[in-house]
């Protein structure tokens, strides 16, 4: 920002910086403007940045605990990670879920788009494709079921890591460094609670999204 402000009055920002320019020779690289103008402008836009400045200190002084809460969580989050080097590989697994749904729909969507076959239009030779209402309803169901499962998919993958991350934070520190050992494979023992006991919820709940989700884009269609 202080470079394009300077730029934007055709002065040089390198004879601002100091050691390269002096303030007077910084000053009188900008035109059309006289001396004193110059310095009110000058020092309108040092007040401006000063404001700013205090605004943020400010702030960053009222968030101090927050900020301490977000290091301290990020801490945790690294030590869970070392204790659990699979956590990483995980989210892999859904991605390539989510690729084959992503392949799958696309192949589905275009039959869908050709199912009501080829059209002429009379007087000319263009060729078209002549989709009814009804294929329209069929289309949108389509979308909507890739937010579905798309959700789905993702609220597995959320489930199955907060569990592990839950099982290795409730472990007991073997020392009075804070060192926590978690026997087994968490990744995996979380997974299977994930599917035995909160498929119900995860599907309700990509499926209150998914509705959401769908209303917007409904909207989002007839505004443009």
């Known amino acids: 920002d202080f470079f394009l402000f300077f730029i934007a009055f ?3 920002p390198w004879s601002c910086v100091p050691g390269v320019g002096s303030v007077q020779t910084c000053i009188d690289g900008i035109p ?4 004193d103008v ?3 402008v000058l020092l309108g836009f040092a007040i401006a940045v ?4 205090f605004i943020f200190f400010i702030v960053i002084c009222c968030m101090c605990s927050r900020i301490r809460l977000a290091i301290q969580l990020v801490k945790e989050a690294s030590k869970a990670s070392g204790a659990m080097p699979l956590i990483f590989f995980f989210p892999i697994i859904i991605f390539i879920f989510v690729g084959a749904l992503a392949v799958y729909w696309l192949f589905v969507l275009v039959y869908l788009a050709s ?3 080829l059209s002429v239009y009379i007087g000319s030779y263009t060729f078209g494709y002549v989709t009814s209402d009804q294929m329209k309803y069929v289309i949108l169901y389509h979308i909507f079921g890739l937010l579905w499962t798309l959700g789905f998919f993702m609220a597995i993958g959320q489930t199955t890591i907060a569990g592990a991350v839950g099982s290795w934070y409730f472990t007991y520190p073997i020392d009075n460094e804070g060192t926590k050992v978690i026997e087994g494979y968490p990744i995996s023992a979380s ?4 599917l035995r006991y909160h498929l119900g919820s995860l599907g309700f709940g990509s499926l209150i999204i998914a509705i959401v989700q769908l209303i917007r884009i409904i909207l989002a269609y007839i505004e443009y």
Do not use: D, E, H, Q
């Not at 059309?32 to 001396?35: A, H, P, Q, T």
């Not at 000063?50 to 400045?53: G, H, K, L, P, S």
């Not at 997974?191 to 994930?194: D, E, K, L, M």
């Open 10 to 12: 055709g002065v040089n």
């Open 32 to 35: 059309n403007l006289g001396k």
């Open 38 to 40: 110059n310095s009110y």
């Open 50 to 53: 000063a404001v700013v400045i």
């Open 115 to 117: 199912a009501p076959g």
């Open 191 to 194: 997974f299977g609670r994930t």
